[in-house]
C-alpha cells in the first residue's frame, strides 16, 4: 500500500483582496527557490492572471485549484500531481480568507480549500496605521473557523523595522513571520481586470527580483518552512490521477491552442485533461503567424484581443485561415476572448469598429464598465462538440465587452442555458455555428470531464470527416 504523500505546503491567505496578497506570496516563493527549493505554486479560485505572476517567481507553471468548480477530489488531485517533485508548496488565496460562492457558507472560499488540503494558512493583513489592533485581527481569524490553522502573519505594507518589531512585540493569538515595507518602485502594473500579464514586456525581472530579496531580508523563512513541514500526510481518498500518454506514442488528435499576449488564459489543468486523453497541443499565434498549424481542431481561451485589435485586424492570412478551418468543417471551440475574436468585429473604447473572423455573427463591444462576473453553470440544450444535450460544467465570467448584433438566423444557434451562481435569471447563451462553438463562459472541465473527452472525441472525428478521399 503507498503511504499518502508527505507534502510541505502553506497557503497565503489575507483579510481582503488588495492588501498585497499576490506580491507577498511571489516574494515567497522567489525566497524559497533561490535558497534552492523546487516550489510548486498554486492559486485558489479563477483567476489567470496571479498565476503568470508565480510562474515567473517559482519557474515552474502555477495551478489554479477552485472549490466551486472543482470538487474535492479534483483539487487533492490536481494538488498532488503538481507537487509531487516539489519541496514545498505554496498555493495563494483568494480575496479573503472566508470569502466564498455564498454569503452564508464556505464553498469556493481558500478556507475550503485549505480544510480540503490540510494546509496550514499564513494570513496577509496591510498593518500601515496599525498597532495593538493586530491581536483583535489575529483573534478573529484564529477563532472564526476552528478547523482552519493560522499558523501565521505577514504585516504588510510597515512603516519601518521599528513598526514591525513593535508588531510582534503584541501578544497576538498568531505569531508574525515578518512584513514588508511598502515599496511603491517595486508596485506591479495593473489595468482594468487587475495586475497584467506577467511576461518580461509588462513586468521586468527586477521586480521579481527585488520582492525575492525583500522577503529573505522580512520574513522568518525558517519559520514559514517549519510551518509549511507541519502539514501532516495528505489523505487521498482514491488517488485519481489524469492518465499519463507515452511521449513516444502517436497523438490521437492535434488540438491547435491561440497563446500570444492577445490570448493567454487557459487553466493548466484543462490543457492537461486534453493531453491525458491523447490530445497533442500545438501552441500558435493569431497576432504573429500566418499559417495555423497541422491541426483537427482550435481552442481560443480569453485574454485582451481588444488590447490587440489593431494587430489581430491586419494579420489577415491568418483570419482568412481560420476562416477556412471553420468553413471545411473544422472544430472550433471559444472563450470570452477568443469569443470577441470569431465576431464580425472589435469595437474598442475608442468607438474604432476592427474586423475580426467573422465566423460567429455580431460585434463584441468594449465598455468601461465590467459587464459581468462571477461563476456559472452551463447545460447545453442540444449536442455540441462538448457532448451530449443536457451536458452541465461550471465556469466563470469576467469581461468588459458585449455582443451586439447577434443575429444570424438558422445559421447560429444559442445552446447553453447559462445560470448565474449569485442569482439573476438564467440566459442562452452558447454561439453555435456548424462545428464551431462560442461562449463568454471560461469552463473549467474538472467539473464534468467527460466534457473534455467529448471535445477530444470530436476533434478525432473531425480528423477523419475532413481527410481527402483515397
Known amino acids: ?41 498554486f492559486k485558489c479560485g479563477p483567476d489567470y492572471l496571479d498565476p503568470t505572476y508565480h510562474e515567473r517567481a517559482a519557474g515552474v507553471r502555477s495551478h489554479n485549484l477552485d472549490g466551486w468548480m472543482m470538487d474535492r477530489e479534483a483539487v487533492i488531485a490536481t494538488f498532488a500531481r503538481a507537487s509531487a517533485d516539489a519541496d514545498i508548496a505554496v498555493i495563494e488565496g483568494m480575496m ?39 491581536a483583535a485581527v489575529a483573534l478573529g481569524f484564529a477563532r472564526f473557523d476552528p478547523a482552519v490553522r493560522m499558523a501565521g502573519m505577514i504585516c504588510n505594507r510597515v512603516g519601518g523595522c521599528g513598526h514591525l518589531d513593535l508588531l510582534r512585540a503584541v ?31 509588462n513586468v521586468p525581472q527586477r521586480l521579481i527580483d527585488g520582492w525575492s ?26 488517488a485519481p490521477s489524469l492518465t499519463k500518454i507515452d511521449s513516444s506514442s502517436r497523438p490521437r488528435c492535434r488540438i491547435g491552442v491561440a497563446y500570444d499576449t492577445a490570448f ?43 488590447s490587440f485589435a489593431r494587430e489581430l485586424s491586419s494579420n489577415t492570412a491568418m483570419l482568412a485561415a481560420i476562416r477556412r478551418f471553420a468553413a471545411s468543417g473544422g472544430l472550433i471551440y471559444a472563450e470570452c476572448g477568443g469569443l470577441m475574436y470569431l465576431t ?47 451536458t452541465r460544467f461550471r465556469g466563470h465570467q469576467f469581461r468588459h465587452s458585449t455582443l451586439e448584433g447577434v443575429d444570424g438566423g438558422d445559421r447560429i444557434d444559442r445552446i447553453y442555458n447559462v445560470a448565474p451562481r449569485w442569482g439573476g435569471a438564467p440566459f442562452a447563451e452558447g454561439y453555435r455555428v456548424g462545428n464551431v462553438l462560442a461562449s463568454y463562459v471560461h469552463a473549467h472541465w474538472a467539473s464534468n470531464p467527460a466534457a473534455a473527452k467529448a471535445l477530444v472525441d470530436a476533434c478525432i472525428r473531425t480528423h477523419v470527416s475532413r481527410q481527402p478521399a483515397a
Open 213 to 238: 530579496r525583500l522577503a529573505a531580508e522580512w520574513l522568518d523563512l525558517d519559520a514559514i518552512v517549519e510551518i509549511a513541514r507541519s502539514a501532516p500526510a495528505l489523505e487521498i481518498d482514491r
Open 171 to 201: 501578544d497576538s493569538e498568531v505569531p508574525i513571520v515578518g512584513g514588508f515595507p511598502a515599496m511603491a518602485e517595486l508596485a506591479f502594473p495593473e489595468r482594468h481586470l487587475g495586475l497584467l500579464m506577467a511576461d518580461e514586456s
Open 344 to 390: 464580425d468585429a472589435i469595437q474598442t473604447l475608442d468607438g474604432v469598429r476592427w474586423p475580426m473572423a467573422a465566423i460567429i455573427p455580431g460585434v463584441a463591444v468594449m465598455s468601461e464598465r465590467l459587464q459581468a462576473i462571477g461563476y456559472v453553470e452551463v447545460e447545453t440544450r442540444a449536442d455540441s462538440i462538448l457532448g451530449p444535450a443536457q
Open 96 to 134: 479573503g480568507l472566508f470569502d466564498s460562492a455564498t454569503p452564508t457558507g464556505e464553498e469556493g472560499s481558500t478556507a475550503q480549500l485549505a480544510k480540503w488540503l490540510d494546509a496550514p494558512v499564513i494570513l496577509v493583513t496591510d498593518a500601515s496605521g496599525v498597532a495593538r489592533t493586530i
Open 264 to 306: 493567454h488564459f487557459y487553466y493548466e489543468d484543462n490543457l492537461n485533461r486534453l493531453r491525458s486523453l491523447g490530445a497533442e497541443i500545438v501552441n500558435f499565434s493569431p497576432i504573429r503567424d500566418r499559417e495555423l498549424p497541422e491541426v483537427d481542431g482550435l481552442y481560443f481561451g480569453g485574454g485582451y484581443p481588444e
Open 1 to 41: 500500500m503507498v503511504p499518502p504523500p508527505k507534502i510541505p505546503r502553506v497557503v497565503v491567505s489575507a483579510t481582503a483582496s488588495g492588501v498585497g496578497k499576490t506580491t507577498a506570496t511571489v516574494a515567497l516563493i522567489g525566497a524559497m527557490r533561490a535558497r534552492g527549493l523546487k516550489v510548486a505554486a
